[in-house]
């Protein structure tokens, strides 16, 4: 009888304990490494068979795109879904059995598939190379016994780049096809031949660079090709710098944060900070706020617009969208073009840029159309203030607000070309506060119709609000209503009784301006508000004011609870502000004023900034203020200031045909030059009185009430005042600009954030608007100092 086994006196149950124990003991499985030496491997299969920096940052191995699908990287450890930093195979996934990385004796690093068939190499054969390693800036490197690097990742990037991760002449990054794909889109960042950082649309038809804005020159868009080196790279702390002059931070600049900068999949480039206890992403900077301006969005024959602060892709009357799941492929025609096809559709609004056949000046709208009839390959025209470009192709579609020009598509007389010509379809393609942590594996066709029935409860939300609105006054609301109320109360119609009460008579006045008088009140809910009796010159500007009321919003900017109009009663009715207005906290004109904090007026300053970049860029209906002024910048119990009366100007095409708001004055010393001539008034006459605005807060007095010689003054700060501050800026001497500060800080306050703030007041105060920067550039200038 054969000797038991020592295993068979052990109970069951222990047994299984230490066959547990032994699987899961670090010694049972592969330990974790931070480099290969030659002849050893990562496999596919094992998912713990993986390089891990020093610091368990990054990671690196094999990452799953699809189903049995797989491609070398290396990711961020510590974000929430393994956000992917470099892809060696992005274009040939490997099979999820048999493939592996092997760095071979022979000194080379290569991928191979199931089949054993090499899919990427490093071509570093019969080098010294004696070790891979995953070092903590993410990059994975191949060293020789000396250190020296034969080899890293960081040399080819996809799309992606890392702090101190370089971009140069001979390599570019390369947007991802797709939500959750990791194969190569259509967009680019590169140094073009003029030695220009640019961004570029390279699809499958057409090619257009449109980031520097393509529409200005070099020196227009802030950059100088007068440079050789072709070089840029982030820095730890979270500063972009390149040879062209491009600069940029993030807005949480410090160090300490994982940071990539990505060009993502819709053509934008970002800069994201990852909160590591929570593993997700924010953006702190990003290359295009209007998403609109990027190309090849919508494809061919499509629209790029806004709508309720989402960026959607609509198609014309009579085309439909090529292929349902994915936009870029555009819209195409539900009829035949041919060379008889000579009647027009009119788009309002709406301007495709790029692709023309030719381009005229000084032409009527019927000669523009004539040469185009006259042209088989001209699909339509684009036709603004007299200038007349003929398309080839219609790409770049786009209707923002702003947009001056009409366009006319050519199509059969038989088609209908009257009535509304509003896009037919409408689909969203991104959302500013979506992008944070998108590398999840979402499809197309799940993430459209998710949200297109998102979409439609938002709609039908909205439109019931309204309808509740419109009709609470014409009948009592029924029980499902007084449950709307609640939700809609955000914005109401008020009777002119309930606001008499609410401000006693309208007895506690807080302040007067151009537009009217304000007073303090309480409304029934116990919401302590203000109540403006709108002046004479207002009157009539009411419907300006409703078609914004319930959509802006915007931390910088002052709520609007609701109104009243009642025959000769217009009354706004806003939150209440505790601190007042910005002028009672930097001017002591009485005597009795508190100092304001260098860090407070800073603070201001930014939150200012945003709520006029907001307005000028994000809002769906874009608004001109026309009278920024301290007066109407409040301060909460905070100190966050809150822009006042941004409602009360009329909306403007911003120079477009039809442009009119000569009935909408601002406050002299703090009025742009170009309110005194006839030109069209534009977003730039906010940056001008924003530049007053900044200097006095810098001053801690009045500027705009300077007297110099007459004949130097215009409407705002004199040009003999903005020349001397040129001269201080330009004399590499530091020591002014504790002249320049408010004498009542006693030097308390930050320096390079003085003269920082200095050199935009300059930027902004230019005579010529078209030199003055945009808000949404002086909220970047603000956010680097």
């Known amino acids: 009888m054969k000797n038991p086994s020592p295993l068979t006196n ?54 799953n795109v699809g189903s049995n699908a797989y491609a070398f990287s290396i990711w961020f450890s510590s974000s929430a879904n393994k956000t992917v930093a470099w892809t060696a195979n992005r274009e040939h996934p490997v099979n999820g059995h048999g493939s592996q990385i092997s760095f071979r004796k022979d000194g080379g690093m290569v991928l191979t598939d199931t089949d054993g068939r090499v899919v990427w190499s490093t071509n570093t054969s019969s080098t010294q190379a004696d070790r891979v390693q995953l070092l903590d800036t993410g990059n994975l490197v191949m060293k020789d016994p000396s250190g020296k690097i034969l080899w890293q990742s960081f040399d080819s990037p996809t799309d992606t780049l890392l702090p101190t991760q370089p971009i140069t002449k001979s390599t570019q990054v390369v947007s991802s096809a797709a939500p959750g794909s990791l194969s190569s889109g259509y967009y680019s960042l590169f140094f073009d031949n003029d030695n220009v950082l640019r961004l570029i649309y390279d699809g499958p038809e ?18 100088t090709k007068y440079n050789s080196s072709r ?60 998403i609109c301006q990027i190309h090849g969005l919508c494809g061919r024959n499509g629209i790029c617009s806004y709508m309720q602060s989402k960026v959607v892709c609509s198609c014309p009357s009579h085309y439909e969208m090529s292929d349902q799941s994915d936009w870029r492929k555009g819209c195409k025609p539900k009829f035949q073009m041919n060379c008889n096809t ?18 005229s000046e000084s032409t009527s709208l019927e000669a523009c159309k004539e040469t185009c009839e006259e042209d088989c390959s001209c699909e339509g025209i684009v036709y603004t203030s007299g200038k007349c470009y003929s398309k080839g192709t219609l790409f770049n579609g786009r209707a923002p607000p702003d947009t001056p020009g009409i366009t006319y598509l050519r199509m059969p007389a038989s088609m209908s070309t009257s009535g509304s010509s509003a896009p037919q379809t409408h689909e969203l393609i991104c959302n500013a506060a979506t992008y944070a942590s998108s590398r999840g594996k979402v499809r197309w066709v799940y993430f459209y119709r998710f949200i297109s029935a998102f979409g439609a409860i938002e709609i039908l939300f909205v439109v019931s609000g309204w309808w509740f609105i419109i009709s609470r006054r014409e009948r009592k609301p029924t029980s499902l209503e007084e449950g709307c109320r609640e939700i809609s109360r955000q914005f109401s119609q008020f009777t002119y009784k309930e606001l008499k009460k609410a401000t006693r008579k309208f007895m506690d006045e807080i302040g007067r301006g151009g537009s009217g008088v304000v007073y303090k009140g309480v409304l029934d809910d116990k919401r302590v508000v203000a109540v403006k009796k709108l002046g004479d010159a207002i009157q009539g500007e009411l419907g300006a004011e409703l078609s914004l009321i319930g959509r802006i919003y915007h931390k910088n900017l002052v709520r609007i609870w609701g109104f009243c109009s009642e025959g000769p009663h217009d009354l706004l009715v806003t939150e209440y502000v505790a601190n007042g207005s910005l002028d009672k906290h930097i001017f002591d004109e009485h005597g009795t004023a508190s100092v304001l904090g260098w860090s407070e007026r800073f603070k201001i300053a930014v939150g ?47 120079g477009g045909v039809g442009s009119d708001i000569s009935r909408i004055r601002g406050t002299r010393g703090y009025m742009a030059p170009e309110w005194t001539t006839n030109l069209p008034i534009t977003a730039k006459v906010d940056v001008y009185s924003y530049g007053v605005v900044l200097l006095e807060m810098v001053k801690g007095s009045r500027v705009s009430n300077l007297k110099v010689d007459k004949e130097e003054e215009f409407e705002g700060t004199p040009k003999s005042f903005v020349r001397m501050l040129k001269e201080k800026l330009e004399s590499g001497d530091e020591s002014w600009v504790e002249e320049i500060v408010d004498s009542r800080l006693n030097g308390q306050f930050n320096c390079k954030q003085a003269e920082n703030m200095v050199e935009i007041v300059v930027s902004c105060l230019e005579e010529d608007r078209n030199k003055r920067p945009t808000m949404d550039s002086v909220v970047h200038m603000l956010l680097l100092s």
């Open 342 to 359: 000579n009647s027009f559709l009119e788009l309002p609004g709406t301007d495709f840029w790029g692709n023309d056949l030719n381009t």
């Open 608 to 654: 200012v900034a945003q709520g006029l970049a907001y307005l000028h860029h994000e809002c769906l209906e874009w608004v001109i203020h026309c009278d920024v002024k301290p007066e109407n910048i409040l301060l909460d119990g905070e100190f966050e200031p809150k822009i006042a009366d941004f409602g009360l100007a009329k909306l403007s095409k911003r």
């Open 206 to 223: 057409i090619s257009s660079v449109y980031w520097p804005n393509p529409d200005d020159d070099v020196f227009q868009n802030g950059r």
């Open 231 to 290: 070089y840029a790279v982030l820095d730890g702390m979270g500063k972009f710098v390149s040879s062209d002059q491009l600069a940029f931070s993030a807005s949480d600049r410090g160090s300490g944060i994982l940071r990539r900068l990505t060009l993502d999949y819709d053509g934008n480039l970002r800069l994201y900070s990852l909160d590591e206890s929570k593993g997700t992403w924010s953006v702190t900077w990003e290359a295009l706020p209007q």
């Open 10 to 63: 052990i109970p069951i149950p222990l047994f299984l304990l230490l066959l547990l124990f032994f699987l899961l003991s670090p010694s049972a499985s592969r330990a974790e490494r931070s480099s290969l030496s030659r002849g050893s491997s990562l496999s596919v299969e094992d998912v713990s068979d993986i390089l891990v920096s020093p610091s368990k940052s990054f990671a690196s191995g094999f990452y």
